[in-house]
């Protein structure tokens, strides 16, 4: 774990950070091992799929315990955001028993911002008494070095880190990564998070003519030629 993050640990009197994850593309595995020095645990469903379906994740450091989903044929995003709700449910009660101070639940293209800086929307937030933590995003694009500045689409803040409590669920599904429970209140992060699912150009394009056929008039910036500045820190950032 992070030196900023278990000194953050110590400084609030925090036992247990746990960490899950859905995988269904398999494609960031840095974005699993950088997941792990987060946390103390992680919890992981793997989706499987006839296209998608690997062992590595379940090797990964961390990794305390696993669910495998099966299907029969290859779904697209749209059909997998709409059971978001019933696998995150899933995930969740892994947690019963353990009962963590804090949740990070990250999706499996993106990157939680680096220590020094995340730590300080930490402390912003586990001293208020919101109960959610969402972030925006930057997107990577055509490296790790470089990132997409223009906003070529809308992205609401997604929750991607909440405060522990029983009985917390996520049926019925509120979106953007709510705990259902919680309800829509939230504290947005000065950082954002890190998000590499568009950073390939065959992935984009994979992803513009499979994933996103039925919607691509939505995602038609996708395609376009965009203002790539050099990633600095999580702070100044583009962000969508």
Excluded at 194 to 222: C, D, I, P, T, V
Aim: hydrophobic share 35%; proline share 5%; aromatic share 18%.
């Amino acid at each position: 774990m992070y030196k900023e993050i278990e000194d953050f640990k110590k400084e609030m009197g925090i036992k247990k950070i746990a960490g899950l994850m859905m995988l269904h593309y398999f494609k960031w595995p840095w974005c699993l091992k950088e997941f792990s020095f987060y946390v103390d645990e992680i919890y992981l469903l793997l989706h499987y799929s006839p296209k998608f379906k690997e062992e590595w994740p379940k090797k990964y450091p961390k990794v305390t315990d696993y669910i495998e989903e099966n299907v029969s044929e290859e779904w697209n995003v749209m059909e997998w955001r709409e059971n978001q709700g019933i696998f995150r449910e899933k995930l969740i009660r892994r947690l019963d028993n353990i009962k963590p101070q804090l949740v990070f639940f990250p999706d499996e293209d993106e990157s939680f911002p680096e220590p020094e800086y995340l730590v300080k929307d930490l402390r912003r937030f586990y001293k208020s008494n919101k109960k959610q933590l969402a972030f925006k995003r930057c997107n990577f694009w055509d490296s790790m070095e470089m990132v997409r500045k223009d906003k070529w689409i809308t992205y609401y803040p997604h929750v991607k880190i909440y405060k522990w409590d029983k009985n917390l669920s996520y049926i019925p599904y509120t979106g953007f990564n709510r705990v259902t429970t919680y309800g829509k209140k939230r504290m947005v992060a000065r950082t954002v998070i890190k998000h590499y699912a568009y950073m390939n150009k065959k992935e984009r394009e994979w992803r513009y003519n499979e994933l996103y056929r039925e919607k691509q008039k939505k995602f038609k910036g996708l395609m376009d030629k965009p203002t790539l500045v050099r990633y600095t820190d999580p702070i100044h950032a583009p962000r969508t």
